[in-house]
């Protein structure tokens, strides 16, 4: 198992201005995720962070927007850049661990990070 | 685009009951299904999962039903605890761009009744 954790933890922001959420595991992991989860619904995959490469975003994100950093296997960044009302969300951090049988994936989150944009 | 889906938004159960929560994907490519749990104010946890070579799968007072042929998931909570009041997510994952993929359907809130 992987722990994770997020800071911070909740925020709140002025619109027009840009929040980085740090994400930290206490193991090296070669993959990271960062997700979306809007409130009340489930979570989208915003990008896939690999150490050493760009980060992989999934349709509907850009890089400009939520820019990743993934400085080594234990920590990344994700930045929400010029915030509008509709980024409020909880953005959350996830590791998979392959270790279980045939390369199978069980995904951990952190907790994740409660950002209202006003 | 593929998606997963639950059936039931909302479930609201007398503890000690037993829970079924249902899910319906829709990519017959997913050879992998999770179940996951989340707390209010936490990330998901995960409860239980179980391989599409596979059509069932028990764990401690949990139990995920597979049926391929409606593209159909269930989870079984058996004696349903105040504790099990949570949202629970279903997850496919595709095997995509060399590594899977997890897809989260919209999730059902249990509620236990005391």
């Known amino acids: 198992s992987a722990v994770i954790s997020q800071k911070p933890s909740r925020d709140i922001c002025q619109r027009g201005t840009s929040l980085t959420i740090q994400c930290q595991v206490d193991s090296q992991v070669t993959m990271m995720f960062w997700y979306r989860q809007q409130p009340g619904q489930s979570l989208t995959l915003i990008a896939t962070?690999?150490?050493?490469?760009?980060?992989?975003?999934e349709s509907g994100f850009v890089i400009d927007k939520f820019p990743i950093s993934r400085p080594n296997l234990t920590f990344s960044t994700l930045t929400v850049s010029n915030m509008s009302p509709e980024d409020s969300s909880i953005y959350l951090c996830?590791?998979?661990?392959?270790?279980?049988?045939?390369?199978?994936?069980?995904?951990?989150f952190g907790q994740g990070t409660r950002l209202t944009v006003v | 685009g593929e998606s997963v889906g639950l059936h039931l938004p909302t479930l609201s159960v007398q503890e000690g009951d037993n829970s079924i929560i249902n899910c319906a994907y829709s990519n017959s490519a997913s050879d992998y299904f999770i179940w996951y749990k989340q707390e209010s104010g936490k990330g998901p946890q995960f409860i239980i999962d179980i391989r599409s070579n596979m059509d069932k799968r028990q764990g401690q007072r949990v139990t995920v039903l597979l049926n391929k042929t409606v593209k159909h998931l269930s989870l079984q909570i058996a004696a349903t605890q105040p504790g099990d009041s949570a949202v629970y997510f279903c997850a496919e994952a595709p095997w995509m761009d060399s590594s899977y993929k997890l897809i989260f359907g919209s999730g059902t809130r249990l509620l236990v009744r005391p």
């Open positions: 962070a690999n150490q050493g490469s760009e980060a992989t975003y």
């Open positions: 996830s590791v998979e661990d392959r270790g279980g049988e045939e390369g199978l994936t069980e995904a951990f």
